[in-house]
């Protein structure tokens, strides 16, 4: 009886275990824009590092929104008036996101930890 009792706690354990841990890690979200005007946004200053969902609304025929960082260089169209996502990795690092034709105006920063 003693051994039935320990070999049911232990899959009582095993199964909490089992149905409490997450099935997969979830992407974060960001939102990122450019236009109308001469504004280029990120909805985060900094994150952590891990997948991102990015979703980037390009408001405007005369800008871009282009991001640099670690391992990602990723663009919008400048003739282009749509939003976009991208599925990205950011790691450890600085990351500049830009307007290339107002690189000297628009333009910001998101660390990620």
């Known amino acids: 009886m003693r051994i039935w009792t ?3 706690a232990a899959a009582v354990v ?3 275990l089992v149905v409490g841990a997450p099935s997969a890690t979830q992407a974060g979200k ?3 824009t450019d236009g109308p005007g001469f504004t280029i ?4 200053k900094a994150v952590k590092h891990g997948t991102y969902v990015i979703t980037v609304r390009d408001r405007s025929n005369i800008h871009d929104f282009h991001l640099i960082g670690p391992g990602v260089n990723k663009k919008t169209s400048v003739a282009a ?3 976009y996502t ?5 790691k450890r690092g600085t990351y500049r996101f830009i307007c290339d034709p107002h690189a000297t105006i628009m333009k910001g920063v998101l660390r990620v930890t």
């Open 6 to 8: 320990t070999v049911l």
């Open 14 to 16: 095993a199964l909490t």
């Open 30 to 32: 960001l939102t990122a």
């Open 41 to 44: 946004t990120m909805s985060a």
């Open 81 to 83: 008036v749509k939003t």
């Open 86 to 90: 991208w599925t990205v990795t950011l």
